[in-house]
């Protein structure tokens, strides 16, 4: 009956757009075939440039960007700058040493990574991070991202890590925390297109 009712809300015409299909993501994928999502597109290459994340934008124009963003942190600004100017959500998981991470940004509605790297630097949506995504790890935040996507895609409730990141130390019995931080008007990425922020 869930399902019945989210395909009602629009998820077999949704087209996500997944940045990178090994570790972290990997245990997302399922997920989102499960939920009926009507369109997925694949990507696992190496990026080089903010252009060359926005011409795979123009080229596919998913509704959603969900991307695993653990190495550079080029690539996450890249991510970023591309979907917060076309305003495309973006939902984003990475692993800090011990603790995972989950964060999305919700154009026009939340602060995107360049106000976390503006007013928060040492914020961990902005850490350089090691993946150590081993499968159960993996797992947890496969759920957690996709549940996240489904909240972008169907409004039934708030995107919880819009602007607000998600801990999971798993050094400490999987204690969770977040870390919201706040929207810059002056951003050059998102600040004139904020409307009515979460936070
Ligand atoms: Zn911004």
Redesign the pocket.
Known sequence: MVRLRIVDDGLADAHVLVLGTGGLNASMIPYLCGLGIGQLTLLDRALASSRQVGDLLDKHRPDVVAAQVDSADELGRWVNDAC?TREIPLVCTGMWHTEAIVWSVDPGLS?????AF?QQPDSAATRNRGSRGIGQISALLGELTAFEILRILTRFEEPAYAANSLFVDFANGGATHEQPWP??PT?????PK?AQPYR
């Open positions: 917060a602060g995107c990574l360049e106000c503006r929207r810059d951003c050059p990425v998102c600040g904020l």
